[in-house]
């Protein structure tokens, strides 16, 4: 967690703030605080040198009254059990409020991935899946990556799955490669839906995205394909992104005044999500302190890296010219942030209607590991963007009509449907 915010306070007041504007009952309010189950283990692994060494790993299921618990595994050195109670809160919210049957869970391991080899990482996440394996499954709780974790590591966590259940179960975890019982179109998935809900809210806006730039924060999953989105859906102008410098231990912004090349950036980038700095500077990229990105002169903010990065020290450092602000990452703008910009009348599209087309594909891909048949890409790419769409018209009608700004109103919609899953199933 960035700064010194604690992401499950910060999802805490959220949720209390819409419960009262709701006047949601105070036993209802009690269930929705807090996960309904947590787990906390400690993982051995036997390291390349022969040594045995620890993790600490967890697993928090938030409220599953709508299907399965479902949400990715962060391998971060700073993961910490708030950290994953929060991610968790926030996937209940972003799987209700796109109205996919699945309910909120997150997991992580303290760790940097980047300090283990292939070998110790695949020991690691099958350790994960001997310790879990009673708790998750395609009916309890359905795993996928996050921060630090990739594609292969979901495949070797399925393979452990199906071992020990003694049958292919490829259900189990999503965000698998193509060809292990992947998705099409999963990759993109989370950066294309950040694109699809900015799309409409330029029109919402009355924007026109060819003459529309942004600044990116991180160039990870998410960052890397809202840039190429950005760029190739909408046609508009990316400006920059950033990244963290595992070598140097800083993060560092890409700037380029008439457009970065994301295909290009990415083809100089690390697997763990660090830019060549010297080939970037020799293709005219100007190299800047990782917090420079939220100072350009630009219409659109996208923070796609990790919590607390638009906070009560960066927010006012926002220019004039920004009028949208679309969340790719998961709780970037603390509360104390939310009310320099919504007094400045700047647009946000919050965190967990604006990053939901990672889940909405992973449900896909779960879909498809069900029925055993597989769609193409552009079929993926559709039925992705009539979700986003639909969801992100349910929550502005909402901000509309109850006039409240973008976030309170996603709360609404998502409170609403978990809350009448509880009711249907008799919990309260
Ligand atoms: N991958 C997915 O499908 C989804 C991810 N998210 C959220 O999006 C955010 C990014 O996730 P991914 O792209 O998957 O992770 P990733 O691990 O692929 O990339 C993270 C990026 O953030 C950068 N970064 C880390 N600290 C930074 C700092 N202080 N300044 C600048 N850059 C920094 C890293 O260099 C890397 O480029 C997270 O909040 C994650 O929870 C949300 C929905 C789905
Ligand atoms: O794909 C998934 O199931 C979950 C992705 C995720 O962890 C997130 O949306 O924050």
Not at 25 to 37: A, G, K, S
């Amino acid at each position: 967690m960035a700064g010194t915010t604690n992401a499950f306070e910060m999802a805490q007041r959220q949720f209390d703030h819409v419960a009262e504007l709701l006047k949601l009952d105070p036993q209802v309010r009690e269930i929705l605080r807090w996960p309904l189950r947590e787990f906390s283990f400690r993982i051995p692994v036997k390291m390349d040198d022969g040594t045995i060494r620890m993790f600490q790993g967890f697993r928090v299921q938030h409220n599953d009254a709508r299907g399965p618990n479902k949400g990715g595994i962060r391998f971060h050195p700073a993961e910490t059990i708030d950290t994953v109670r929060a991610l968790a809160t926030w996937m209940t919210w972003k799987c209700a409020v796109v109205d996919i049957p699945l309910g909120g869970g997150k997991g992580g391991v303290i760790v940097d991935p980047a300090t283990l080899s292939t070998g110790e990482k695949e020991r690691l996440v099958r350790g994960w899946v001997d310790i879990m394996v009673r708790n998750v499954g395609p009916r309890q709780d359905v795993p996928a990556p996050d921060v630090g974790t990739t594609g292969q590591m979901m495949g070797w966590m399925m393979d452990e799955y199906s071992k020990l259940k003694g049958e292919y179960t490829p259900g189990f975890i999503t965000g698998k490669p193509l060809g292990g019982g992947g998705s099409e179109g999963r990759t993109e998935a989370t950066g294309f839906g950040v694109i699809y809900t900015v799309r409409e809210a330029m029109k919402h806006l009355k924007l026109d995205p060819k003459k529309c730039s942004a600044a990116i924060q991180g160039f990870g999953n998410v960052a890397q394909y809202a840039a190429i989105g950005f760029i190739e859906i909408l046609g508009g102008k990316v400006v920059c992104v950033s990244c963290w410098d595992r070598i140097d231990k800083t993060s560092y912004t890409f700037y380029k005044a008439d457009g970065i090349d994301p295909r290009y950036l990415m083809s100089i980038t690390d697997q763990y999500g660090t830019i060549d700095k010297e080939k970037a500077k020799a293709a005219g990229y100007k190299i800047e302190d990782g917090g420079e990105w939220i100072k350009k002169d630009v219409d659109v903010l996208i923070p796609a890296a990790l919590e607390g990065q638009i906070n009560a020290d960066t927010a006012p450092l926002i220019r004039p010219s920004v009028k949208l602000i679309a969340e790719g990452a998961n709780g970037p703008t603390t509360p104390e942030a939310d009310t320099i910009i919504q007094s400045r009348g700047i647009f946000q599209v919050p965190d967990f209607l604006c990053n939901a087309g990672g889940v909405t594909v992973s449900y896909f891909e779960a879909v498809q590991n069900d029925m055993n048949f597989y769609w193409t890409k552009e079929e993926v790419h559709d039925k992705l963007d009539t979700k986003m769409t639909q969801a992100f018209g349910a929550v502005l009608d909402m901000s509309l009509k109850e006039k409240v700004n973008m976030r309170d109103a996603a709360y609404m919609v998502a409170i609403a449907r978990v809350v009448k899953a509880m009711e249907l199933r008799g919990w309260i």
